[in-house]
């Protein structure tokens, strides 16, 4: 883990304990799993001391449940004391997979479930814990984060709604709009990217890329990604372009305004690999025609990185995209649920975000600078040193 000597000169907030909602439990086994290989790892006779008290531990999960009623209706209950503990709860409100039963009848969790239930586990530690902190990789209604006209303010809603119920720190990945922490000044907001763990992915399933400005651009399927393409491009050192949406405004289907076309804005691409960034793939449309236009426009290899894939319409479009080789690869994180079939997918690899949000709990609880953490040109650049001398080094 970088930076071990800064955590070792540094006290820990309170003891640490994760409390991973079952929406988010497969990624919190995860974390658990780094956090307690980084503290045992750490040789240092300080943690001896009482002031480290339950320091290093074998496991940091919290035991709790959130058990469901015939009716429908829930509790958050917590098996065991977290007086005095530093407390970070991993939610992930996209989780449809879970289900409950409610008169008989099978009902899967929808987002305004699983974000009841977080509130529900903040209502059991509150009071209790010397601190709360809330780990929601995808931001709930994070796609209404500002009202237009007559329109509800979903997402600064519900960050003011957990200020009130004593959260302390807010920490989301890939913000669609991050200016929405405005809603809650007092409190801590730190938004994470995966840029390092993009690369990484990519270059760990492909040995033969040519990262240059010859070679290589990275693309903007919208003006809304744009800055998240700038920086990937800048720290790769090649050439940025982006697509612009134009849409029909005077329709609204399925809460939206349809795309009527996109429009290519920036270098030629004519036999270049193309990676194409972004924060999700919510049906896929739009990135799958952006990926067609790409082939269409003689791109060698199209590469498509979000950190949310929630596939809301299903993989048949992107398997009909893929047999007709409009792109050649698909990224994303394990920060939300993917469905078991993704990955016997020819074209899907995963970016793992488990060992990045240990290292973001470990550097909280110790309340040090975050800054590295948060900004990792040093590590791509130093991991596309090590691909670009392949013959020499393995990633």
């Known amino acids: 883990m970088p930076n071990v000597r800064e955590l070792e000169n540094a006290l820990p907030?309170?003891?640490?304990?994760?409390?991973?909602?079952?929406?988010?439990?497969?990624?919190?086994?995860?974390?658990?799993?780094?956090?307690?290989?980084?503290?045992?790892?750490m040789k240092s006779p300080k943690h001896q001391d009482p002031a480290?008290?339950?320091?290093?531990?074998?496991?940091?999960?919290?035991?709790?449940?959130?058990p469901r009623f015939g009716s429908g209706e829930a509790k958050g209950s917590i098996h065991e004391?977290?007086?005095?503990?530093?407390?970070?709860?991993?939610?992930?409100?996209?989780?449809?997979?879970?289900?409950?039963?409610?008169?008989?009848?099978?009902?899967?969790?929808?987002?305004?479930?699983?974000?009841?239930?977080?509130?529900?586990?903040?209502?059991?530690?509150a009071g209790k814990a010397r601190r709360i902190n809330v780990i929601m990789p995808f931001l709930y209604e994070g796609r209404q984060h500002?009202?237009?006209?007559?329109?509800?303010?979903?997402?600064?809603?519900?960050?003011?709604?957990?200020?009130?119920?004593?959260?302390?720190?807010?920490?989301?990945f890939d913000a669609h709009d991050p200016r929405v922490q405005n809603a809650t000044p007092l409190n801590g907001f730190d938004n994470f990217t995966p840029p390092y763990q993009f690369i990484r992915a990519l270059m760990d399933v492909e040995d033969d890329l040519?990262?240059?400005?010859?070679?290589?651009?990275?693309?903007?399927?919208?003006?809304?990604?744009?800055d998240r393409a700038v920086y990937f491009g800048n720290v790769l050192g090649v050439n940025t372009g982006m697509f612009y949406k134009r849409r029909d405004y005077s329709v609204v289907v399925n809460g939206k305004n349809p795309i009527v076309a996109h429009e290519f804005l920036g270098d030629n691409i004519d036999g270049k690999d193309v990676i194409i960034i972004d924060d999700m793939i919510s049906?896929?449309?739009?990135?799958?025609?952006?990926?067609?236009?790409?082939?269409?426009?003689?791109?060698?290899?199209?590469?498509?990185?979000?950190?949310?894939?929630?596939?809301?319409?299903?993989?048949?479009?992107?398997?009909?995209?893929?047999?007709?080789?409009?792109?050649?690869?698909?990224?994303?994180?394990?920060l939300t649920y993917q469905p078991p079939e993704l990955y016997r997918r020819p074209y899907y690899t995963e970016a793992d975000m488990s060992k990045f949000m240990a290292?973001?709990?470990?550097?909280?609880?110790?309340?040090?600078?975050?800054?590295?953490?948060?900004?990792p040109t040093e590590k791509i650049n130093a991991i596309l040193a090590k691909y670009n001398r392949r013959e020499e080094y393995h990633i």
């Open 13 to 41: 907030v309170a003891p640490l304990k994760v409390l991973a909602m079952e929406s988010a439990a497969s990624l919190g086994a995860r974390v658990n799993d780094y956090l307690v290989s980084f503290r045992k790892d």
């Open 52 to 66: 480290f008290q339950g320091y290093i531990e074998d496991s940091y999960l919290l035991d709790a449940v959130c």
């Open 81 to 125: 004391s977290v007086h005095g503990k530093d407390v970070f709860i991993i939610v992930d409100v996209c989780n449809h997979s879970l289900t409950y039963s409610i008169n008989g009848h099978i009902n899967h969790k929808s987002p305004d479930d699983n974000y009841q239930d977080l509130k529900r586990m903040i209502a059991a530690a």
């Open 146 to 172: 500002r009202r237009a006209a007559r329109e509800s303010l979903d997402c600064a809603y519900m960050l003011r709604e957990l200020a009130d119920m004593g959260v302390d720190n807010f920490i989301t």
């Open 210 to 226: 040519l990262i240059d400005k010859d070679h290589t651009i990275v693309i903007s399927p919208d003006e809304g990604a744009l």
């Open 283 to 334: 049906s896929g449309e739009s990135m799958l025609d952006t990926s067609r236009q790409l082939k269409e426009m003689n791109a060698k290899r199209v590469f498509i990185c979000c950190t949310f894939g929630l596939f809301t319409n299903g993989l048949e479009s992107f398997d009909k995209a893929y047999e007709n080789c409009w792109f050649d690869r698909v990224i994303t994180t394990n």
């Open 359 to 375: 290292s973001i709990i470990d550097f909280m609880n110790h309340d040090v600078s975050m800054s590295h953490v948060m900004t």
